[in-house]
């Protein structure tokens, strides 16, 4: 009976546009087990996409509406399913992908049964994320030049001020690397969340509130330590990943490509001038994609490498390093909200239509209007 469970919350989970494929090893199963009961595997089948009360979705798991509202927080705060509180409201219940979501909710009870799992996993995963990526890359601010053009969503500043809620938290990346003895010595605590996903971050004790002040103080401290900016791939964010290539589960997949620049969603590249370059070497310190390395004392660049995050061009002390523009056939398309974004995933994954989510919506509202009759 627990097998068949497991199995229809992965199908389920592989349904929502991030994805969560089978494998030949069966190692999805066994990441589901250790994170769900078979009960809360059960409950969390009746959840979709669409934000909803506990009376609508006990009427859909044919359980009591007291019994919903116990189990449904019970999950929340596990970190397996994401919550809403409205102010003055009862707070909303919906399901949230593997990857970004339930994984990342999990940074603050890892073991290393499940760093192994996620270990092995990854490698599919990856497949997945890679349709659509979920992150895009955005320059560090001193790369950029008063001469770039530069549109509000590709700046990380303009992105910050825009939030009214902000909070950080420890990296999972970063963290589950050092549990197993691999990784680096970069700050642990450095992933910003906003708004909605900053008040699920505080009431499950995943991270602390900041405001503005130190938000901007931690990104001029990642550009120092020289961190990839990665905010969703959406114009409205609710994140902005600080990434290595040590450690993050990205940027070591995108690593493995011959061609990292063209799997990554960045409307910049670098351009080198090696007759002003002296050889100095910290761009090749900084780059995270093995991107540039010294040839005869001068640095060479390899653009196929350049996702185009500027950490290499912030700190050039001849500037011959600059980020420069992709030509307009090159530029990529940044959904404006999540909403949109997860429908452009799951066509890509042939998993969700338009008319899909529409469905998904009405019978929301059927059940909502029935379950509070």
Same mark, same amino acid.
């Given at each position: 009976?627990?097998?068949?469970?497991?199995?229809?919350?992965?199908?389920?989970?592989? #349904?929502?546009?991030?994805?969560?494929?089978? &494998?030949?090893?069966?190692?999805? *199963?066994?990441?589901?087990?250790? *994170?769900?009961?078979?009960?809360?595997?059960?409950?969390?089948?009746?959840?979709?996409?669409?934000?909803?009360?506990?009376?609508?979705?006990? @009427?859909?798991?044919?359980?009591?509406?007291?019994?919903?509202?116990? @189990?449904?927080?019970?999950?929340?705060?596990?970190?397996?399913?994401?919550?809403?509180?409205?102010?003055?409201?009862?707070? +909303?219940?919906?399901?949230?992908?593997?990857?970004?979501?339930?994984?990342?909710?999990?940074?603050?009870? %890892?073991?290393? /049964?499940?760093?192994?799992?996620?270990?092995?996993?990854?490698?599919?995963?990856?497949? /997945?994320?890679?349709?659509?990526?979920? +992150?895009?890359?955005?320059?560090?601010?001193?790369?950029?030049?008063?001469?770039?053009?530069?549109?509000?969503?590709?700046?990380?500043?303009? %992105?910050?001020?825009?939030?009214?809620?902000?909070?950080?938290?420890?990296?999972?990346?970063?963290?589950?690397?050092?549990?197993?003895?691999?990784?680096?010595?970069?700050?642990?605590?450095? !992933?910003?969340?906003?708004?909605?996903?900053?008040?699920?971050?505080?009431?499950?004790?995943?991270?602390?509130?900041?405001?503005?002040?130190? &938000?901007?103080?931690? +990104?001029?401290?990642?550009?120092?330590?020289?961190?990839?900016?990665?905010?969703? #791939?959406?114009?409205?964010?609710?994140?902005? !990943?600080?990434?290595?290539?040590?450690?993050?589960?990205?940027?070591?997949? =995108?690593?493995?490509?011959?061609?990292?620049?063209?799997?990554?969603?960045?409307?910049?590249?670098?351009?080198?001038?090696?007759?002003?370059?002296?050889?100095?070497?910290?761009?090749?310190?900084?780059?995270?994609?093995?991107?540039?390395?010294?040839?005869? /004392?001068?640095?060479?660049?390899?653009?196929?490498?350049?996702?185009?995050?500027?950490?290499?061009?912030?700190?050039?002390?001849? /500037?011959?390093?600059?980020?420069?523009?992709?030509?307009?056939?090159?530029?990529?398309?940044?959904?404006?909200?999540?909403?949109?974004?997860?429908?452009?995933?799951?066509?890509? @994954?042939?998993?969700?239509?338009?008319?899909? =989510?529409?469905?998904?919506?009405?019978?929301?509202?059927?059940?909502?209007?029935?379950?509070?009759?």
């Amino acid at each position: 009976m627990e097998k068949d469970i497991y199995q229809k919350l992965a199908q389920h989970l592989d #349904n929502l546009p991030g994805g969560f494929p089978p &494998t030949e090893s069966g190692v999805e *199963l066994r990441i589901l087990r250790r *994170l769900f009961s078979p009960e809360e595997a059960e409950l969390a089948l009746h959840l979709t996409l669409i934000p909803e009360e506990p009376r609508v979705i006990a @009427r859909r798991a044919k359980i009591s509406h007291e019994d919903a509202v116990r @189990r449904l927080e019970q999950m929340a705060a596990k970190g397996l399913i994401f919550r809403i509180q409205p102010v003055g409201k009862p707070p +909303l219940y919906q399901a949230t992908q593997y990857v970004i979501g339930i994984w990342e909710f999990h940074v603050n009870d %890892l073991d290393t /049964e499940l760093i192994r799992d996620m270990g092995e996993y990854l490698p599919t995963l990856s497949k /997945e994320v890679w349709k659509l990526p979920q +992150l895009r890359t955005v320059p560090v601010g001193r790369s950029i030049t008063a001469r770039m053009e530069i549109l509000p969503h590709e700046k990380a500043e303009e %992105l910050v001020r825009g939030q009214k809620k902000f909070a950080v938290a420890p990296c999972i990346c970063r963290r589950e690397q050092k549990m197993i003895g691999k990784g680096c010595q970069k700050p642990e605590e450095t !992933c910003l969340v906003f708004g909605i996903a900053a008040d699920y971050y505080e009431r499950n004790g995943l991270g602390r509130v900041i405001d503005l002040r130190e &938000t901007m103080d931690i +990104l001029k401290m990642v550009d120092e330590e020289g961190m990839v900016l990665q905010p969703g #791939n959406t114009q409205e964010i609710m994140n902005i !990943c600080c990434c290595c290539g040590d450690c993050c589960g990205v940027l070591r997949t =995108l690593k493995t490509f011959p061609k990292p620049a063209s799997q990554v969603v960045s409307p910049f590249v670098v351009s080198h001038n090696p007759k002003t370059c002296e050889g100095c070497g910290l761009c090749v310190e900084r780059c995270q994609m093995e991107a540039l390395s010294l040839v005869n /004392e001068k640095a060479t660049l390899n653009a196929d490498r350049c996702i185009g995050c500027g950490l290499c061009a912030s700190t050039c002390p001849t /500037e011959s390093l600059t980020l420069i523009r992709k030509p307009d056939s090159d530029q990529p398309v940044v959904p404006r909200d999540i909403i949109k974004a997860s429908i452009r995933r799951g066509q890509e @994954r042939g998993k969700l239509s338009t008319i899909n =989510l529409v469905q998904m919506q009405l019978k929301s509202k059927i059940d909502r209007l029935l379950a509070f009759r």
